[in-house]
């Protein structure tokens, strides 16, 4: 979800991944609207970065689904798709902790 921000005439303006003091009514990435505001900016490719973001994560937690269930074993993933699964695990843990610190994942 977007945050949307607009101006004095109701025109989206700009967009914000987490609500602002001008920007607290939420609309969903594929909105008509949005959609718009997006190819007058020519901001498609942070719309597609977005997308990419949302569907690693799909992708994350289809392979933990997978592995729970059995239907494969972590192991039988490419090695380089191992390293980085684990990278992202281990950088999310970090982030959901109440005591993060910026120097904890640079």
Not at 47 to 54: I, M, N, V
Request: aromatic fraction near 6%.
């Amino acid at each position: 979800m977007f945050y949307v921000e607009r101006d004095g005439e109701g025109k989206i303006v700009a967009l914000h991944k987490s609500p602002a003091a001008s920007a607290t009514e939420q609309k969903p990435p594929m909105d008509e609207e949005v959609l718009a505001f997006l190819n007058e900016a020519g901001a498609w490719g942070e719309a597609l970065a977005f997308s990419d973001a949302a569907t690693v994560r799909v992708i994350e937690d289809l392979v933990d689904l997978l592995v729970k269930k059995n239907l494969i074993n972590f192991t039988e993933l490419p090695e380089q798709a191992q390293q980085r699964i684990k990278a992202r695990q281990s950088l999310r843990e970090k982030i959901s902790s109440t005591d993060l610190l910026v120097h904890d994942i640079i």
